[in-house]
Nanobody, 121 residues
Framework: QVQLVESGGGLVQAGGSLGLSCAVSGRIFRIDIMAWYRQTPGNQRELVASITNSGSTKYADSAKGRFTISRDDAKKMVYLQMESLKPEDTGAYYC???????????????WGQGTQVTVSS
């Protein structure tokens, strides 16, 4: 069974840094896109950053220049390094992976349980 587990959230002061990690476990045939989403109360999840299996990255405008997404396919990990954090970066951060669990499986989305990031002013 595929599982995504995030770690690294916490409380940080504005201007500080924080790194998030997400471990993908289970028997997996192929991982395509890996991404981080953020959700705040009353709002939908929004894409923060994504990375393809060829290393192409995409960032939300709010994250450009401050956040860096990376992945280690050998370890089945995706990371998000966040710098110069702002109070508006506060939210629950969810790891997402678009992957194929078995050779005969369709490519599907999987989500972690989320990790809270709180940036104090």
């Amino acid at each position: 069974q595929v599982q995504l587990v995030e770690s690294g959230g916490g409380l940080v002061q504005a201007g500080g840094s924080l790194g998030l990690s997400c471990a993908v476990s289970g028997r997996i045939f192929r991982i395509d896109i890996m991404a981080w989403y953020r959700q705040t109360p009353g709002n939908q999840r929004e894409l923060v950053a994504s990375i393809t299996n060829s290393g192409s990255t995409k960032y939300a405008d709010s994250a450009k220049g401050r956040f860096t997404i990376s992945r280690d396919d050998a370890k089945k990990m995706v990371y998000l390094q966040m710098e110069s954090l702002k109070p508006e970066d506060t939210g629950a951060y969810y790891c997402n992976s678009n992957l194929q669990a078995r050779l005969w499986s369709t490519v599907s989305d999987y989500w972690g349980q989320g990790t809270q990031v709180t940036v104090s002013s």
